[in-house]
């Protein structure tokens, strides 16, 4: 069994800032991958940003150049700061571990957390 908490969503002004930060835990051995997804009701979800465990990263278009990406591989954490925040920010916001192994060996193509609601807003 592999947790996923997320936390940090909230309201916030626009052009302000915001972070975001989901910890995976349980029966974890390792995870590939740790990023964010977000979804606004009634569309579909769009990718955020990833993290690889050696370091690479990508972002969403939309996002590239306010929002960071970063990890802490031995606490198996990953944070995602977001500055320059805009009304279309406005979502619920997902951790999305990938090709997570569990301690008896166990792969997880993909996981998703609860999410947690951002909303920009005057």
């Known amino acids: 069994q592999v947790q996923l908490v997320e936390s940090g969503g909230g309201l916030v002004q626009p052009g302000r800032s915001l972070t975001l930060s989901c910890a995976a835990s349980g029966s974890v051995r390792k995870i590939e991958s740790m990023g964010w997804h977000r979804q606004v009701s009634g569309k579909a979800r769009e990718f955020v940003a990833g993290?690889?465990?050696?370091?690479?990263?990508v972002y969403g278009n939309s996002v590239k150049g306010r929002f960071t990406i970063s990890r802490d591989l031995d606490k198996n954490t990953v944070s995602l700061q977001m500055n320059s925040l805009k009304p279309e920010d406005t979502a619920v916001y997902y951790c999305?571990?990938?090709?997570?192994?569990?301690?008896?060996?166990?792969?997880?193509?993909?996981?998703w957390g609860q999410g947690t609601l951002v909303t920009v807003s005057q």
């Open positions: 993290m690889t465990d050696g370091g690479s990263t």
């Open positions: 999305t571990p990938v090709d997570v192994m569990t301690m008896d060996g166990e792969m997880h193509r993909q996981l």
